[in-house]
């Protein structure tokens, strides 16, 4: 991708150039020219990217576009998370660009943050058609290629099925995911952990990750990163106005409470915050981890070799991992009890594996003793039930038996002791626990939340 100035009309303009190797690829050579013809066809309508021109240089296709000075959507989030109202209009955005393409028979397959562009007013544009399906051209792609990027890959994607209109809002689902919570919902080391993860794995928590959002987020996510295309909604329009929705739901639910006149009261009105009444005690569960899982089934075993291959030498637009342990990681987990009393939900949340640390950490080793990591799994499902006294024996012994491996099962144990022993009114080694666990993972934003918190709580214990 090149910056250009047209000389006739004196602009700048955006030239997308095959490479030489690429450009001897009859397939790709194909593809490109489908780029062209799809871009051309969406050409002008809202949010979509405009084409100026396609042509040859030599053997090299190019095709010349707008030139869009406020980088990429990717780009954005690499600053950190974005306020929500932005995060929506941006949805609606590319939902109104996304949803004219399968009007007229175009599905996308590729959409990310990095071609969701940004002029310099901060409009969305979705550009990069590379790889997009249109009616007519289908045969282009053969039965179990893989196309897309694997981080936002819909499950029938990633099992090298044909992707639909459906897949597009998948993949605004998890756009919409990581806008809302400064992180993918399935971030994992490699390529092909992450594409089985889609396949495989049940979408976590997004208002534990992020606890400021409100009640219905999670509802409404995971009906978009429904595994079955059909159990999605019917369009990008619909995502995003059930995303609004929630939040509108949630500013009514706020309310000014009159003067109260009792000794050492507030005088005046008072602002209360949206509280969550339940008539029966819910119980919210997020599971992060790296998903280094044993590949059933030939088909699906194929692909992931593939994206295995793919991972060497890449370029990614994801986030660095924060190692490269190969162990199958215990999943972390927090659970949130409420009850009929009006408490403020727990802000804490297990710290993501990949995520780029900001400190130095130590390498985590790549293996864990069996029977420790055994027994993480356990308290781990006794947390998922609320259950933080079975918990607790469990967790303590399996940090004792993984004490000194060093390993990422290590590090999530020991998150999660300190946050068995916090939610029962203990203090004894949280501190220590959550700075073992900072030690192998890195700095985590979620981990010296809980710091904070349990220091506040415990003083120096």
């Given at each position: 991708?090149?910056?250009?100035?047209?000389?006739?009309?004196?602009?700048?303009?955006?030239?997308?150039?095959?490479?030489?190797?690429?450009?001897?690829?009859?397939?790709?050579?194909?593809?490109?020219?489908?780029?062209?013809?799809?871009?051309?066809?969406?050409?002008?309508?809202?949010?979509?990217?405009?084409v100026f021109d396609v042509g040859e240089h030599g053997a090299q296709p190019y095709i010349v576009m707008e030139y869009l000075e406020g980088g990429s959507v990717f780009d954005r989030l690499r600053e950190g998370r974005v306020p929500p109202a932005l995060a929506l209009e941006w949805l609606d955005q590319a939902g109104q660009a996304l949803d004219r393409a399968h009007a007229d028979g175009i599905v996308h397959r590729d959409v990310k943050p990095a071609n969701l562009l940004l002029?310099?007013?901060?409009?969305?544009?979705?550009?990069?058609?590379?790889?997009?399906?249109?009616?007519?051209?289908?045969?282009?792609?053969?039965?179990?290629?893989?196309?897309?990027?694997?981080?936002?890959?819909?499950?029938?994607?990633?099992?090298?099925?044909?992707?639909?209109?459906?897949?597009?809002?998948?993949?605004l689902g998890v756009v919409a995911f990581e806008l809302l919570t400064d992180r993918r919902?399935?971030?994992?080391?490699?390529?092909?952990?992450?594409?089985?993860?889609?396949?495989?794995?049940?979408?976590?928590?997004?208002?534990?990750?992020?606890?400021?959002l409100p009640d219905g987020v999670d509802e409404v996510l995971r009906r978009a990163l429904a595994k079955s295309p059909a159990d999605r909604p019917e369009s990008c329009a619909e995502l995003v106005a059930d995303l609004r929705d929630t939040f509108k739901n949630a500013e009514a639910t706020t309310r000014v409470l009159p003067a109260v006149t009792a000794t050492g009261a507030a005088t005046g009105p008072v602002r209360a915050r949206a509280v969550h009444r339940l008539r029966r005690r819910r119980t919210k569960t997020v599971v992060v981890g790296?998903?280094?899982?044993?590949?059933?089934?030939?088909?699906?075993?194929?692909?992931?070799?593939?994206?295995?291959?793919?991972?060497?030498?890449?370029?990614?637009?994801?986030?660095?991992?924060?190692?490269?342990?190969?162990?199958?990681?215990?999943?972390?987990?927090?659970?949130?009890?409420?009850?009929?009393?009006?408490t403020t939900p727990p802000t804490t949340e297990p710290a993501p594996p990949t995520t780029t640390p900001?400190?130095?950490?130590?390498?985590?080793?790549?293996t864990a003793p069996a029977d420790g990591v055994t027994l993480n799994n356990e308290g781990f499902a006794l947390m998922q039930d609320g259950d933080y006294a079975g918990a607790l024996l469990l967790l303590e012994r399996a940090v004792a038996a993984l004490s000194g491996s060093g390993s990422i099962g290590e590090a999530y144990a020991s998150y999660n002791l300190a946050f068995?022993?916090?939610?029962?009114?203990?203090?004894?080694?949280?501190?220590?626990?959550?700075?073992?666990?900072?030690?192998?993972?890195?700095?985590?934003?979620?981990?010296?939340?809980?710091?904070?918190?349990?220091?506040?709580?415990?003083?120096d214990g």
């Open positions: 991708m090149y910056r250009a100035i047209d000389s006739v009309l004196e602009r700048k303009v955006a030239v997308k150039l095959l490479s030489e190797r690429h450009a001897r690829d009859e397939d790709a050579h194909a593809r490109f020219r489908r780029e062209a013809l799809s871009a051309a066809r969406l050409s002008g309508a809202p949010h979509v990217i405009t002029d310099r007013d901060g409009t969305l544009v979705v550009s990069d058609f590379g790889i997009a399906s249109t009616s007519g051209f289908d045969t282009l792609t053969l039965p179990g290629t893989v196309l897309g990027t694997a981080g936002y890959l819909s499950p029938e994607q990633a099992r090298g099925e044909p992707a639909t209109a459906a897949s597009d809002r998948y993949g919902p399935f971030e994992g080391e490699t390529a092909a952990t992450e594409a089985f993860a889609h396949v495989t794995a049940p979408v976590p928590s997004a208002e534990l990750i992020e606890p400021e790296a998903f280094i899982l044993a590949l059933t089934g030939l088909g699906l075993a194929a692909l992931l070799g593939s994206l295995l291959d793919a991972d060497e030498g890449a370029q990614r637009t994801t986030r660095p991992p924060a190692s490269t342990a190969t162990q199958t990681r215990p999943p972390t987990t927090i659970t949130e009890t409420t009850t009929a009393t009006e900001t400190t130095t950490a130590t390498t985590p080793s790549t068995t022993r916090r939610a029962l009114g203990q203090c004894d080694g949280v501190l220590s626990l959550l700075e073992r666990s900072e030690e192998i993972q890195g700095k985590r934003r979620e981990i010296d939340r809980l710091y904070r918190q349990a220091s506040k709580d415990c003083g």
